[in-house]
């Protein structure tokens, strides 16, 4: 989920602030019905940084993977040429999943679900996962009623000993993205969120450069459950 950003510390990432815009479902449809994915601002052709901290989880092919917030992602299709088996795909935008299902041909490893990470349905009922991805998404959720939501739904759906991947801006990084105002994390402040059950086993700074060239600064965790 989001847009392309100018290069200055703390600017907008993604269109020009609407003061309409909210964190909705109608403004994620638009942005994926008027931009092409590969321009979003955070597109990646190879997303390396989520595929290494994977590989740290050491993952069986028919682990269940939960990617949120997948958008378009490229992140399915580099694991579907790992042999992964069994995974999900949700997003807010069904605009940006039908771009995701043309491109990988509706594979039968990967189940789609539209569905809004901070008022779900459908993924309430969903079974438990091996491995919960967000990258870019988190930061979207300012509200802490929405963040509650977000790390209820996170918590009640992993595995034991099962795995989490957050890939957030920083406190180097944008502001606001897509035209909304966003929350900067670093490896603390998401364990404080994430709580005494899980156990951050591994953390970076990255910085992305995206579609334009331009650079935002991100951190990087791995949770396990425990």
């Known amino acids: 989920m989001t847009n392309s950003c100018d290069t200055s510390k703390g600017a907008s990432c993604g269109s020009k602030p609407n ?56 992140l399915v299709d580099k694991l579907l040429d790992l042999n992964f088996t069994n995974i999900i795909a949700t997003d807010i935008s069904e605009n940006a999943l039908n771009v995701l299902t043309d491109r990988i041909n509706s594979n039968k490893f990967v189940k789609i679900i539209v569905d809004d990470l901070t008022h779900p349905t459908v993924l309430n009922s969903m079974e438990k996962v091996d491995l919960w991805h967000d990258r870019a998404v988190l930061h979207f959720f300012i509200k802490e009623e929405d963040q509650s939501t977000y790390f209820n739904l996170l918590k009640s759906k992993i595995n034991e000993k099962g795995y989490v991947i957050l890939a957030t801006f920083n406190f180097d990084g944008a502001t606001k993205c897509s035209g909304l105002p966003i929350k900067q994390y670093d490896a603390k402040t998401l364990s404080d969120k ?26 990087y965790t791995l949770f396990q459950k425990i």
Not at 36 to 56: C, M, R, T, V, Y
Not at 198 to 214: A, K, R, V
């Open 19 to 74: 003061p309409e815009n909210t964190n909705s479902k109608q403004h994620w449809e638009n942005v994926y019905a008027k931009t092409d994915h590969s321009k979003l601002g955070w597109f990646e052709e190879n997303p390396q940084p989520s595929l290494d901290l994977i590989a740290k989880c050491k993952l069986k092919s028919d682990a269940k993977i939960l990617n949120v917030g997948a958008g378009a992602t490229t």
């Open 194 to 219: 994430m709580g005494m059950d899980f156990l951050l086993i591994y953390n970076f700074n990255y910085t992305y450069t995206m579609p334009s060239g331009d650079k935002r600064e991100y951190v």
